[in-house]
């Protein structure tokens, strides 16, 4: 089965930036993306951006779209999410997630293999 490991994260201010980190460990036959998600304060968990972890594609939240970075390093099994321009909406629990998804007509996933353990990501 899959493991997540999330580091980073942390306070910032408006305009700053901040990155998280998601290292995979085991195997899940079918798990081809790489999934960061975000739960604000009260809100539902909703996904931000979404990468095939063997490059090909992308997907960002309307939210995130041109501020947002994900990226997937095969050789180390990680998942890197770099946020710039940060504003105080952007404060929630990041979680990254294994997942089997398709990108083409936007962001679909079939299944989830495992969560982060989330990082706390504060804007102010």
């Known amino acids: 089965h899959v493991q997540l490991v999330e580091s980073g994260g942390g306070s910032a201010q408006p305009g700053g930036s901040l990155g998280l980190s998601c290292v995979v460990s085991?195997?899940?036959?079918?798990?081809?993306?790489m999934a960061w998600f975000r739960q604000p304060p009260g809100q539902e968990r909703v996904a931000v951006a979404a990468?095939?972890?063997?490059?090909?594609?992308?997907w960002y939240g309307s939210p995130v779209k041109g501020r947002f970075t994900i990226s997937h390093d095969n050789a180390k099994n990680t998942a890197y999410l770099q946020m710039n321009s940060l504003q105080p909406e952007d404060t929630a629990m990041y979680y990254c997630a294994a997942v089997r998804c398709t990108l083409s007509t936007g962001l679909r996933i079939s299944n989830y293999y495992a969560w982060g353990q989330g990082t706390q990501v504060t804007v102010s």
């Open positions: 990468t095939y972890r063997s490059g090909g594609g992308t």
């Open positions: 085991g195997y899940a036959e079918r798990h081809n993306c």
